[in-house]
Structure formats: C-alpha cells, structure tokens
C-alpha cells in the first residue's frame, strides 16, 4: 500500500505541475494577442499609409475624367443616296477620337473604343489604301460571300445558314429580339417588310468576330499611345454606309 507520506508527495508534485501548466497556458495566450493586437495595428497603419498615398496621388493627378461618346463615321468610299454595296472598307478613327480626347482636357488615363454594329470592326493597323484592299481580298477569300448576296466577290456554291432569310426568325427568343426593335413580325406583312430588308451578310458576321469589336489605347499626356504607324480604324465589312463607334474615357485631367 502506498504510504501516507508519499501520497502527499505525489498530491505536492501535481498541484506543482498543474500551477506550471496554468501559468505556461496563461503567458501563451497574453503572448498571442499581443502579437495579434501588434499585427492589427501593422494593418491599420498600413491602411492609413495607403489612404494618405492615394490622396496625395489625387491631388498629383488631376481631376477625375469618365465621358462617353457616340461618334458618326461618314463612310469616305459612298455617294450621297447610293445603297450599301456589300463592300470591305476601312475607315481612320484617329483623327476623331483625338480631338474627343483634346476636348476632354484628359492627360493620363485610358479611351475605350467599340463598335455598336454587328458587321463592323475595331483595329489597329496602318492606314494604306493598297492595304485597305488586301485586307478585302484576305478575308473575303476566308470568308466569301453568300451565292444569293448582292456582293460582287460572291461564291457560287457558298451558302450560311444565316442568309435563309425565309426561315427566320428561328424560335421565339429570336422572334421576340426583332419585337423588342421596332418590328411587329406577329403581323405577316410587317414580318415580310423586315425579311426584305435583311442584308445575306453571314460572311460579314463571321469576319466581324474574326477582326474584334473593340480596342483599349493609352493615353499619356493627352496622346494615345500609338506608333508612328498605327491608327485606330473601324473596318465595315458590309457596307460602305454611315456607322457609329461608342468611346469612353477614363483618367485625369
């Protein structure tokens, strides 16, 4: 049997180790919130850096710039009253968007350009006429006409699914898209008025996606950040007739 004396001891020796454990417990958790309050102070400092950095690059920068802007692109390559030809033609946009951004007083920022047509482009390239016309032949041999178009590069034999006019609208969704622009195709004259007036230009779709809808050019010191070169252009691939382009600045005075 265990003597009394010894079990005093061992009853010592815990209360010993319990008190150790308690005081070890107690210091490690003052020892992390102190690095927890330590580490929340470092984030709040950093914060209160970050907003003073921001304000200062504020008042460096200027006032802040956002506009937008629809601008009307007269095609170069049309006569007054003449019908759309189904033509490739490139039109300059830097001449335009350049003064948008010299009436702005923006100096440093970003201009957004896009294309608000479904058979139009947005690029940036070399204004040439004699590459104006390799770009035609280029994608028009990719992509060439319908048989039943009007466009004299047509390719008998070549037909899109697009250009069954007569088949369409194809289900009520896109029913409801030609309701929701104007046209009351529920009515079976106004549904032939706007199948007459649908252009067979799947090719010009397709190259429009091939080419891109929009370009984002930097601007610096009131200049967009292109090469000696470059221009901005808008390519319509189903005209030549008047378009527009939507452009956004964004940036500092």
């Given at each position: 049997m265990m003597t009394s004396s010894l079990l005093r001891r061992l009853m010592v020796a815990l209360v010993i180790l319990s008190t150790t454990t308690t005081h070890a417990f107690i210091n490690s958790y003052r020892y992390n919130n102190l690095i927890q309050y330590r580490h929340l102070n470092a984030i709040q400092s950093d914060n209160d850096d970050c907003k003073q950095t921001a304000g200062d690059m504020s008042s460096q920068?200027?006032?802040?710039?956002?506009?937008?802007?629809?601008?009307?692109?007269?095609?170069?390559?049309?006569?007054?009253?003449?019908?759309?030809?189904?033509?490739?033609?490139?039109?300059?946009?830097?001449?335009?968007?350049?003064?948008?951004?010299?009436?702005?007083?923006?100096?440093?920022?970003?201009?957004?350009?896009?294309?608000?047509?479904?058979t139009t482009a947005i690029t940036i390239n070399e204004k040439e006429s004699r590459l104006e016309q390799d770009i035609a032949n280029f994608f028009l041999n990719i992509c060439p006409p319908d048989e039943r178009s009007s466009s004299n590069k047509k390719v008998d034999g070549v037909r899109y699914l697009h250009n069954d006019i007569d088949?369409?609208?194809?289900?009520?969704?896109?029913?409801?898209?030609?309701?929701?622009?104007?046209?009351?195709?529920?009515?079976?004259?106004?549904?032939?008025?706007?199948?007459?007036?649908?252009?067979?230009?799947?090719?010009?779709?397709?190259?429009?996606?091939?080419?891109?809808?929009?370009?984002?050019?930097?601007?610096?010191?009131g200049k967009m950040c292109v090469g000696q070169w470059q221009s901005v252009l808008m390519v319509d691939l189903d005209g030549p007739r008047v378009r527009t382009v939507g452009v956004q600045l964004m940036g500092y005075e």
């Open positions: 920068l200027g006032r802040q710039i956002c506009t937008y802007k629809t601008i009307t692109i007269e095609p170069s390559g049309m006569n007054k009253g003449e019908p759309p030809r189904q033509a490739v033609s490139v039109e300059d946009l830097t001449p335009q968007l350049q003064s948008f951004i010299s009436d702005s007083n923006i100096k440093n920022g970003v201009l957004h350009v896009i294309s608000r047509h479904t088949k369409r609208p194809d289900g009520e969704e896109e029913a409801q898209r030609c309701r929701d622009n104007g046209w009351d195709i529920d009515n079976d004259v106004e549904l032939e008025k706007w199948r007459n007036q649908e252009p067979i230009n799947a090719h010009s779709h397709l190259i429009s996606m091939m080419l891109g809808s929009s370009e984002c050019i930097p601007i610096v010191e």
